[in-house]
């Protein structure tokens, strides 16, 4: 099916394919605030949430964060990658005020952010945080009490909480679950009201934090397809996932953390082909692209062959290869497989 990347966890809807093999990458610091491109090539909009020079430590004495500076730009589908402890968490912990930085400053529409009441509720209705724990999220006996809870405590009349309630509702499609208690709901379902409850506060920017993990193919497919429709409705989505296949095919910006720190920025068929990156973070390249490196080390390819995203896009180079050419012939093709 085009457009469908099928990996361990099935098959991830694809948002619309741009061209953006030529985007530059640059590794460190600076790359965290390199313009991405968008769907069809041109800038997305500017920054809307970042972070300059922050670091943050627990107080058993870990630095989570080193002098990190990112910017998650408006319009975005980001992938926030790293192995465990490289500071995915934190950040998003730090973006949405739960936790205030050491040192450095977190920026929302250019502003700082205040740490004073009004500060951090403004800041949380604007920037909205799934955790990765669902149940972390929810609390209230049933899902429609649990949605209503941001919106009532922004102070809002009964017929504007009920109005965000049920737009939540819908745009999650959840509609059979509203009467239900949360107890009672699957994992996937949990996850699912969790983006709802965030949603009701009518954010600029949704964090979520390893939001598939947990989920069999089938949830996957369907918080993924949710996440697109969320990005069409004109929200910025940041993710982390630990999974790179998932990123390679749905996100259009990848940032890699380690150790607090950015290790790269840019596209993700650009990052996620850079074996120093991958490696240095305790990943794994996607199968996709170390498929797509045998086969131009093999001559299968050309050199300056776009790298594909998923699986479609690696068929489609392959079959239309230039005929004639020494990359046109089948027995090369075997010949490679065989050896690999």
Request: a negative charge; aromatic letters at 4%; proline letters at 8%.
């Amino acid at each position: 099916m085009p457009g469908v990347h099928g990996g361990h966890h099935g098959p991830v809807p694809m948002p619309p394919r741009r061209d953006d093999a030529d985007a530059p990458f640059l590794p460190g610091a600076a790359a965290g605030v390199l313009p991405p491109a968008g769907e069809h090539g041109e800038p997305l909009g500017e920054p809307v949430l970042q972070t300059e020079r922050v670091t943050f430590a627990y107080q058993d004495g870990t630095v989570a964060l080193r002098d990190l500076s990112v910017a998650i730009r408006r319009g975005a589908r980001l992938a926030i990658l790293g192995a465990n402890g490289s500071g995915k968490s934190t950040l998003f912990l730090t973006l949405n005020g739960i936790l205030k930085p050491a040192q450095g400053r977190v920026l929302l529409g250019g502003a700082p952010v205040r740490y004073d009441r009004a500060g951090l509720n403004d800041l949380r209705r604007r920037v909205g945080l799934v955790f990765q724990d669902p149940d972390t999220q929810l609390f209230a006996a049933s899902v429609r009490q649990d949605i209503s809870f941001g919106p009532i405590n922004l102070g809002l009349s009964d017929a504007e909480v009920r109005a965000r309630v049920e737009c939540a509702v819908a745009d999650t499609q959840i509609e059979d679950l509203t009467d239900r208690p949360t107890h009672l709901l699957s994992y996937g379902q949990k996850k699912r009201v969790a983006i709802a409850g965030v949603l009701a506060m009518d954010p600029e920017v949704i964090i979520a934090d390893e939001p598939t993990a947990g989920l069999d193919p089938e949830a996957t497919a369907r918080l993924l397809e949710l996440l697109n429709r969320l990005h069409a409705m004109g929200r910025t989505i940041c993710i982390s996932t630990h999974d790179l296949e998932l990123a390679l095919a749905w996100a259009d910006h990848t940032m890699v953390l380690r150790r607090g720190e950015l290790a790269a920025s840019g596209p993700p068929q650009d990052v996620l082909r850079m074996p120093e990156v991958v490696r240095g973070a305790r990943l794994v390249q996607p199968i996709v692209l170390d498929t797509f490196a045998r086969l131009v080390a093999a001559g299968v390819l050309a050199e300056d062959a776009p790298p594909p995203r998923t699986a479609a896009e690696l068929v489609a180079l392959i079959v239309a290869r230039e005929p004639g050419s020494r990359n046109s012939g089948a027995p090369e093709v075997a010949a490679y497989n065989g050896s690999a």
